[in-house]
T-cell receptor, first 114, second 112 residues
Framework: NAGVTQTPKFQVLKTGQSMTLQCAQD?????MSWYRQDPGMGLRLIHY???????DQGEVPNGYNVSRSTTEDFPLRLLSAAPSQTSVYFC?????????????FGDGTRLSIL | KQEVTQIPAALSVPEGENLVLNCSFT??????LQWFRQDPGKGLTSLLL?????REQTSGRLNASLDKSSGRSTLYIAASQPGDSATYLC???????????FGKGTMLLVSP
């Protein structure tokens, strides 16, 4: 049982480049979300999805796009990377969209923008 | 806007001590509260989830309490061990949604 898998684990980009952070879960969870974790800021919600074809913005969505074409996958796209997007990105999933069940987190993607 | 505060930011204790981590939130209209553990370079592991209608949850040496009206939760760790060393995060969700608002965490070091 792999749980929540995030790839890549580390990435260095140049300002202006684009990339996609991958997130996949094998637990048939409806709810998936992306957070970024910055020193002194805690984790902040970027985007979330309550099921295939449904996404919504979180607290800090600017500069990021998401889509949910399948239950299993929830990729996060950086359109034009900026140094302010240097962070650790975590994907999470839960069987329950309504918050009644614990959330499962991946091990994160550590992203540096030069 | 919901704000979550965790005190202390860091805590160092000798092995065997009982300890309490504190979490406070500004909006009492929460749906549930979760405590997570994060090891260095790793993701978050859910420890305990307390629904708003509950007062506490227990798992092994961990006990979490919730006082929704005062906007407070505590995580009690009994007989601490070096393996408990990690950052502990508190997070709340608003009514009916799984989106979480996190505190900044308490970094715990348990020395042998």
């Amino acid at each position: 049982n792999a749980g929540v898998t995030q790839t890549p684990k580390f990435q260095v980009l140049k300002t202006g480049q684009s990339m996609t952070l991958q997130c996949a879960q094998d637990m048939n969870h409806e709810y998936m979300s992306w957070y970024r974790q910055d020193p002194g800021m805690g984790l902040r919600l970027i985007h979330y999805s309550v099921g295939a074809g449904i996404t919504d913005q979180g607290e800090v969505p600017n500069g990021y796009n998401v889509s949910r074409s399948t239950t299993e996958d929830f990729p996060l796209r950086l359109l034009s990377a900026a140094p302010s997007q240097t962070s650790v990105y975590f994907c999470a999933s839960s069987t329950d969209r309504n918050g009644n069940q614990p959330q499962h987190f991946g091990d994160g993607t550590r992203l540096s923008i030069l | 806007k919901q704000e979550v505060t965790q005190i202390p930011a860091a805590l160092s204790v000798p092995e065997g001590e009982n300890l309490v981590l504190n979490c406070s939130f500004t909006d009492s209209a929460i749906y549930n509260l979760q405590w997570f553990r994060q090891d260095p370079g790793k993701g978050l592991t859910s420890l305990l989830l307390i629904q708003s209608s509950q007062r506490e949850q227990t798992s092994g040496r961990l006990n979490a309490s919730l006082d929704k009206s005062s906007g407070r939760s505590t995580l009690y760790i009994a007989a601490s061990q070096p393996g408990d060393s990690a950052t502990y995060l508190c997070a709340v969700s608003l009514s009916g949604y799984s989106t979480l608002t996190f505190g900044k965490g308490t970094m715990l070091l348990v020395s042998p």
